[in-house]
């Protein structure tokens, strides 16, 4: 090969990597549009909270190198830590790989380049893992012979990263066998427990993807819902994780801070009202959609009040499983959480404008209550 022709294969590699950089750019920023219209709520309890949540991720992290003490603990801690990476790429993996553009791609690029561009766009839009690696880097020798399972970890994160863009039924069918490899029921060491992740995650990528589909009908309003969760995940995937991060805060602060257990447990219904009812923006589309067809069917009226079922179910079994969690049952604050769900409901449905600004006062309120 002349070096004229190496030249000009170079010089078409850069000219495809910054395309798919401008791409890459283009689509985040599209994104960040999209959110922009949840105007006050994205501003006001979302922008609030990222200092937060940058401190709970290197709390996350600490959690993990220092779990010899607790290693089983240390292991949820990571797997949870893994949920949330996964959940945070599955968003921007359109924009990772610029899917809508990916048949265009294969015209003017190999294969070869299209992967190699989707890993260094993975790489820059981690950080999870480039948290992992500012950590790792303030690492002594001496201290790295001491957590080998950080290692493993982080490797594992690349390797997730790699499966969340490529198959991600793996990442179903793994984290589902690694919560069960938990329930272990003898203590292993962190480097066991990282180990098994690693072995269990790298398994499931030669797991086939099981077709649900073809396995069910719709028949019935519940089978129509059932048949789109499944097919729609993400809405209820993303949801259950930033309810995981809840209740995670809520152990970490219950445990400095006892004496706070009202208003902790009112700040969490607060956000467990927030992840449920906003799950109604996402019904609603699909009630606009489907609407004619349930109607020449003569079902319009029963449809569109299962429309507000999931969400009403979603804020049920986060209360429950919060109420398990911390064995604290009160039924007072399940009346006003579940009230305040069917009120914010009630403003996505009518006046979505307004959703950010009613749930703000309904929280102000409540914590006035509690004191």
């Known amino acids: 090969m002349s070096f004229a022709s190496v030249k000009g294969k170079l010089e078409q590699y850069r000219a495809f990597m910054s395309y798919r950089y401008l791409a890459y750019t283009f689509e985040l920023k599209q994104l960040l ?3 922009k219209s949840f105007g006050l709520i994205f501003l006001v309890v979302l922008g609030s909270s990222i200092l937060g949540l940058v401190l709970l991720l290197f709390l996350g992290l600490g959690k993990i190198i220092d779990s010899k003490d607790a290693p089983a603990y240390g292991a949820q801690i990571a797997l949870f830590y893994l949920l949330l990476q996964s959940v945070m790429l599955s968003a921007i993996k359109s924009a990772i790989k610029n899917s809508k553009q990916r048949l265009f791609q294969h015209t003017i690029a190999c294969p070869s380049w299209l992967n190699i561009a989707d890993i260094k766009l993975l790489l820059i839009s981690n950080g999870w893992l480039i948290a992992s690696l500012l950590i790792a880097l303030d690492l002594t020798w001496a201290q790295w012979i001491k957590v080998p ?5 982080m490797f594992i994160q690349l390797g997730l990263g790699i499966v969340c863009l490529y198959k991600l039924s793996a990442l179903v069918y793994g984290f589902t066998l690694s919560t069960l490899f938990l329930f272990t029921p003898f203590e292993l060491s962190p480097l066991i427990y990282h180990l098994g992740f690693a072995i269990i995650f790298l398994l499931s990528v030669f797991i086939p993807v ?3 589909n073809g396995m069910t009908s719709v028949r019935s309003l519940f089978s129509f819902w059932f048949c789109y969760f499944i097919n729609h995940n993400w809405t209820l995937v993303w ?10 805060a809520s152990a970490e602060l219950l445990e400095k801070r006892p004496d706070l257990v009202n208003i902790i447990g009112g700040v969490a219904v607060a956000f467990i009202v927030l992840f449920s009812s906003s799950l109604q923006f996402d019904c609603t589309k699909v009630h606009g959609q489907h609407r004619l067809f349930f109607k020449m069917n003569q079902k319009a009226r029963a449809f569109y009040i299962s ?15 919060y109420s398990i ?3 604290r049952l009160n039924s007072t604050l399940l009346s006003l959480g579940f009230v305040w769900c069917l009120l914010q409901v009630y403003f996505v449905q009518k006046k979505p404008a307004h959703y950010a600004l009613v749930w703000i006062i309904s929280n102000v309120g409540l914590l006035a209550l509690l004191n």
């Not at 399972?149 to 970890?153: D, G, L, T």
């Not at 999931?310 to 499983?321: C, D, N, Q, R, T």
């Open 307 to 321: 429309q507000f079922m999931p969400s009403m179910l979603l804020f049920l079994g986060a209360f429950i499983a």
């Open 239 to 248: 949801r259950i994780s930033l309810l995981l991060c809840v209740f995670m």
């Open 149 to 153: 399972h950080f290692f493993v970890f």
């Open 325 to 327: 969690t911390f064995e």
């Open 210 to 212: 099981i077709n649900i």
């Open 33 to 35: 549009l999209q959110l």
